[in-house]
């Protein structure tokens, strides 16, 4: 006997377990209405980039700093774990039987049927427990099908409109039909609105680097001798030869440290700051979301700067920029909400207020 759980409540998805309320991920735009007029940065901001605002079905080449300064996005997928959030997977590798789809949203318009049919499935896959939002369900339910083991298949029903988690799936090798897992619905032919089945990602408001080959780049940034970094990052999986933010470029005949090398993590797994090519070995990194560092502090932590010249490339995701190969190496697999370099080290006072105005911006953007 199949177990199952009907959502009639749009805030519960599981016994003890709430749903996300997912915010949008409007349409790319350059700047909030007003935000430049009322809010009044520290005036040694080189430039500020927030990735809120943005969509992978509609992704930018490039994301243009308050100040103007692009940052080019190289390598992204825009699907899954790689692109404007991070989903748990990526509909262009399910099967939609009815409607159109993209990697994070499917439409069923309505159709001449009455039966019970599959929307979009797939099989001989794990999966993740999923964010969906689902609108236009109509007077028949939906369920979604997943495997509680290898060969248990159980479903969830949903009778409202509302935003939910759908449990994990277990790998089954099962190859016919009973081996499908996805969403099915009795598909009514006088339904007057498509059903609406969207993906919600983690880190929303976020760039995801995947830490294969992911990067973005700005090669036309000012030489400085000072500086404070704000970035709200969350690091999802620590790799040996990795950095989340880096103006060092490489080989180091013809490169430099730079400015600064954030959060960096060597071959052999080691832990550094690097501020004007001092290696300063920390054990951890700050476990808050938000850090900054500055020519002589990490956070509440004080460090050592070098003598090493600045660049006029800044790397987000990536160790360094290799000169002789013309891209990014080193990378990173890290969610970043926004990044702000300032040219001179701010007072911790100023950077708490400058704290307030980014994520402030970064907000407005988020709920577009």
Known sequence: MSRYHVFNNKKECLPGVYSMIGRGIGIPFRHVH???????????????????????????????????HELVLKNFAFAGRSGFGKYATNF?????????????KVVCGTVNTDTITWIIRTSNVRMDPLKVRLT?????????????????????????????????????????????????????????????IELLPDNAGSLVFDGVDDYAVC?????????????????????????????????????????????RVTANGSKALYSFGKDNAVDLFNSNQIIYQSKTAYNDRNIIAGDASDTNILSLGANAYNLNLGRCQE??????????????????????????????????????
């Open 34 to 68: 007003g935000t430049k007029s009322e809010i009044s940065f520290d005036k040694s901001l080189v430039d500020a980039w927030f990735m809120s605002g943005y969509s992978n079905d509609n992704p930018p080449a490039s994301i243009s700093g308050y100040k103007g």
């Open 92 to 104: 262009n590798s399910w099967k939609a039987v009815y409607g159109t789809y993209t990697a994070t």
């Open 136 to 196: 236009n369900i109509g007077s028949e339910p939906i369920r979604y099908y997943y495997f509680q083991d290898a060969t248990t298949r159980n479903f969830v029903e949903f009778q409202e409109d509302g935003t939910y988690t759908v449990p994990a799936s277990a790998y089954s090798d099962i190859s016919t039909g009973e081996g499908y897992i996805g969403f099915y619905q009795k598909i009514l032919a006088d339904k007057q609105n498509p059903l609406i």
């Open 219 to 263: 090669d036309n940034m000012p030489i400085q001798t000072d500086y404070t970094v704000i970035c709200r990052r969350e690091i999802i999986n620590t790799n040996n030869s990795s950095a989340v933010v880096s103006k060092r470029t490489y080989p180091n005949d013809i490169g430099s440290f730079g400015a600064f090398v954030i959060e």
């Open 331 to 368: 990378f990173s697999n890290v969610a970043i909400y926004y990044f702000a370099l300032y040219d001179k080290s701010l007072t911790p006072d100023e950077i708490e207020q400058e704290k307030i105005k980014l994520n402030e911006i970064w907000t407005k953007r988020l709920n577009g």
